[in-house]
């Protein structure tokens, strides 16, 4: 079984000794716990299957993070991690030929969310599972005057989900 992914979120977060991100308070604004750290789920089916991940990180440090936590997880040659803007880097992934994906999971600047969704489709092929996270914004996304640009920026995914007739949305 084998499956490929593509994923835009910061993949450079600390990680303890089992894989799970750490946040430490001031990283990035508060201290998670271990139940709301979804990362280790990605990791663990690396590692289970004959897979490959293309991560896109914009921040170096953050890229320099990641691949020691790649490393410690023994996933070096199964990631292809690229650092730079993700829509810089996504023609690179799409000449490269590394699609199509079978998950693709977007967790980015907000206002780009149509741009990573129009690229998404363009690396995706039918039964891919495309991720958009952080969608709802504390709820206000459905304030009409919230005038927040990562709030516009999820509206404007919902209308590119609802306007792509192949693509459904939940």
Same mark, same amino acid.
């Given at each position: ?68 936590? &790649? ?29 199509? &994906? ?69």
């Amino acid at each position: 079984f084998s499956i490929r992914a593509i994923v835009a979120f910061p993949a450079g977060l600390p990680a303890d000794d089992d894989g799970f991100p750490t946040t430490p308070a001031g990283f990035n604004g508060h201290e998670s716990s271990r139940d709301e750290r979804e990362r280790p789920i990605l990791t663990g089916t690396i590692a289970a299957i004959d897979g490959k991940v293309v991560t896109l990180e914009y921040s170096p440090i953050h890229a320099m993070v990641a691949r020691g936590n &790649f490393k410690r997880a023994g996933l070096t040659d199964r990631i292809d991690l690229r650092v730079g803007a993700a829509l810089e880097s996504l023609p690179g992934v799409e000449k490269d030929g590394l699609g199509p &994906f079978d998950l693709i999971f977007i967790d980015a600047d907000k206002p780009n969310n149509p741009n990573y969704l129009d690229w998404a489709v363009r690396l995706s092929r039918q039964g891919t599972v495309i991720v958009l996270d952080n969608v709802i914004r504390d709820g206000e996304v459905i304030k009409a005057d919230s005038g927040d640009r990562n709030v516009e920026g999820a509206r404007a995914g919902f209308d590119f989900l609802g306007n792509n007739k192949p693509l459904r949305g939940n």
